[in-house]
């Protein structure tokens, strides 16, 4: 099915089922209760999810197949998103042309950076990643702000020359996003009981095109193309006594991780038609490595999982403040009750990010493989002890 084996198209439909009830399983809590604010199923956070779930998935293909650790992927994210704006506001406000911009600007872009870059290996290939994505943060943040507008971002006026398109509505609003007349931010509302689930098009829209993506990707781990990645992994230098040349490889790899990256600038622009340099930071190119080492480096799922993990915690945790710690230990005496909300106040709310180096550190101590390899345990773990308790009823006597 889908030219996939059985293993990989179970995979993707049991993705494909996750993201599609995305409203239903991210709103677990009813309202009201006070664990609804651990709900993530609000049109923001999912198109989040699925929106970085696409970069890290490109970012996969370069170092978790390659090998190669760069420190710059958020140069392509952000060269995505400025086309995406400019595209909205010189032609229309489609986001179909706006996407395909984005992703042919990335990849040129990529392209050429990767034809420097991948003239070295290891750490030097990092640092001249993290130096070209630097540079660009500058030049978009100060040189080149009649394109990017500097550090105010760039955003839609009332002013753009649009051709296929108004610059105004009738009420003299910016036009906003939409597929072929489908608004990105039209949303469905449905009350069951205490549960209110929002179904949101822009969301729906990003999560197609990250299920594409993901297919994408599980064809590129599958195929010779892939294959040749994994070697280079293995042992670049055994390749090159076999008189295989792996740069082509590897520079294929580079453009079609920078075109994910785009691809996922793009579709952020798409969603909110606003980009600015920040997306351009080495902070943001760090997160997508942290992704997908806390999903699982090199499996298919493991950056989906990493992403949705990460953000999550920074739109989830974040917002767990001293109030809520109160609230959460009301029911002990006063002393123990502040006592506790010492303890737990610096790992949430502004402290979530001592959370998450946490779980990384033991992630990276036990876990080397991810939250995947963590997964996979559980499942042999309870695959065994089906088996023996299967062994032991089978060898009990008979009454």
């Known amino acids: 099915m889908f030219g996939l084996e059985k293993k990989d198209t179970t995979l993707l ?43 890290a998935i490109g970012f996969n293909i370069l170092f978790g197949l390659t090998g190669y ?22 032609l229309s406000m489609n986001i179909i042309p706006a996407i395909i911009l984005s992703v042919i600007i990335s990849g040129l872009f990529a392209l050429v950076i990767g034809y420097v870059s991948l003239r070295r290996t290891g750490i030097y290939f990092s640092i001249l990643t993290l130096a070209f994505a630097q540079m660009s943060f500058a030049l978009a943040y100060s040189v080149l702000t009649p394109i990017t507008n500097g550090e105010t971002g ?22 906003v996003t939409n597929l072929f007349g489908l608004e990105m931010r039209s949303a469905f509302d449905l009350a069951v009981g205490p549960w209110t ?12 095109i990250m299920l594409l993506a ?47 990256a785009g691809l996922a600038g793009g579709l952020m622009a798409s969603m909110d ?53 109160h609230g959460w230990f009301s029911f002990m005496p006063d002393g123990i009750e502040n006592f506790m909300v010492a303890i737990v106040h610096p790992f949430v709310g502004k402290g979530w990010h001592l959370t998450l180096g946490i779980i990384f550190m033991l992630v990276v101590t ?21 088996d023996e308790d299967s062994k032991n009823a089978s060898t009990e006597p008979a009454e």
């Open 273 to 325: 038609p606003l980009a600015g340099a920040e997306r351009m930071q080495w902070t943001a190119s760090g997160e997508v490595v942290l992704m997908t080492i806390l999903g699982g480096a090199g499996t298919l799922i493991g950056p989906v999982l990493g992403a949705g993990a990460i953000k999550y915690m920074e739109n989830i945790f974040s917002k767990i403040n001293d109030n809520v710690l």
């Open 13 to 55: 439909i049991l993705v494909a089922i996750l993201t599609m009830a995305a409203p239903f399983i991210l709103n677990p809590f009813p309202e009201g209760s006070g664990l609804a604010q651990f709900n993530a199923g609000y049109p923001d956070l999912m198109q989040r999810f699925v929106i970085f779930g696409i970069f």
């Open 69 to 90: 650790l760069s420190f710059g992927h958020a140069a392509f994210l952000g060269v995505g998103s400025y086309s995406a704006v400019w595209m909205f506001k010189l």
């Open 197 to 208: 689930f929002t179904f949101s098009a822009g969301y729906y829209v990003c999560a197609v």
């Open 214 to 260: 993901f297919y994408l990707s599980i064809r590129i781990f599958r195929s010779p193309f892939g294959l040749m990645l994994r070697a280079i992994k293995s042992n670049q230098t055994r390749m090159n006594y076999t008189g295989l040349n792996p740069k082509p490889y590897t520079l294929a790899a580079f453009v079609i991780s920078g075109m994910y």
């Open 154 to 175: 760039l955003q839609l006026t009332l002013d753009d020359p649009r051709i296929l398109g108004a610059s105004a509505t009738a009420d003299g609003s910016i036009p």
């Open 366 to 386: 036990f876990l080397p493989g991810g939250l995947v390899e963590g997964g996979q345990r559980v499942g042999k773990a309870l695959r065994r002890n089906k």
